[in-house]
């Protein structure tokens, strides 16, 4: 009798480890087949190539549009497997244009001294077929932000290539997103 019961704990132990067991293996399935991961990239697989102009710019602050653009082909280069081509050889053009420019003190010292600024950069984009013209897409409001730290050395064009690139990034998750 006493090896009886030790045999229906030693089954009892094993069922509850078995039991966990799948439990984890089930909750783990679970989360990766629902969390939409994928390694493929969000971008339609007829286009391959696109096409950006210099950002038209529509704000008190010149040379933005250059550095945008730059850190938009820089990210795209980087982040997908599209081409940059000229506007002739593109499947889509990816136009840009900067409505608006903030730029504010975050942070002063005791003798009101400037220590920490921002700079923040809204753009409207729009991606159109070039073969159709047909517009792919449109967004409005995306926004990139750069700090300033007067106290390392940091100047307005420090914040603005922060910006620029943060713009980048936000651009190219929304072409990934959209699509």
């Given at each position: 009798?006493?090896?009886?019961?030790?045999?229906?704990?030693?089954?009892?132990?094993?069922?509850?480890?078995?039991?966990?067991?799948?439990?984890?293996?089930?909750?783990?399935?679970?989360?990766?087949?629902?969390?939409?991961?994928?390694?493929?990239?969000?971008?339609?697989?007829?286009?391959?190539?696109?096409?950006?102009?210099?950002?038209?710019?529509?704000?008190?602050?010149?040379?933005?549009?250059?550095?945008?653009?730059?850190?938009?082909?820089?990210?795209?280069?980087?982040?997908?497997?599209?081409?940059?081509?000229?506007?002739?050889?593109?499947?889509?053009?990816?136009?840009?244009?900067?409505?608006?420019?903030?730029?504010?003190?975050?942070?002063?010292?005791?003798?009101?001294?400037?220590?920490?600024?921002s700079?923040?950069?809204?753009?409207?984009?729009?991606?159109?077929?070039?073969?159709?013209?047909?517009?792919?897409?449109?967004?409005?409001?995306?926004?990139?932000?750069?700090?300033?730290?007067?106290?390392?050395?940091?100047?307005?064009?420090?914040?603005?290539?922060?910006?620029?690139?943060?713009?980048a990034t936000?651009?190219?998750?929304?072409?990934?997103?959209?699509?």
């Amino acid at each position: 009798m006493k090896k009886i019961k030790q045999l229906i704990i030693r089954a009892d132990i094993g069922n509850r480890i078995l039991f966990r067991q799948v439990t984890c293996v089930l909750v783990l399935f679970a989360l990766i087949s629902g969390c939409g991961y994928t390694t493929r990239s969000l971008i339609s697989r007829n286009i391959n190539s696109v096409y950006i102009p210099i950002f038209g710019n529509y704000t008190f602050r010149n040379g933005l549009e250059f550095d945008i653009t730059t850190a938009l082909k820089n990210e795209i280069m980087s982040k997908t497997k599209l081409r940059i081509a000229g506007k002739d050889d593109a499947d889509t053009i990816l136009t840009g244009k900067i409505v608006r420019v903030d730029e504010g003190a975050t942070s002063s010292n005791a003798f009101d001294n400037l220590v920490e600024s921002s700079i923040s950069i809204t753009v409207n984009i729009f991606l159109a077929d070039r073969r159709t013209g047909r517009l792919l897409l449109k967004v409005s409001g995306i926004t990139g932000t750069g700090a300033i730290i007067i106290t390392r050395g940091e100047t307005i064009n420090t914040g603005v290539q922060e910006a620029a690139t943060r713009l980048a990034t936000q651009i190219v998750y929304e072409l990934e997103e959209k699509w």
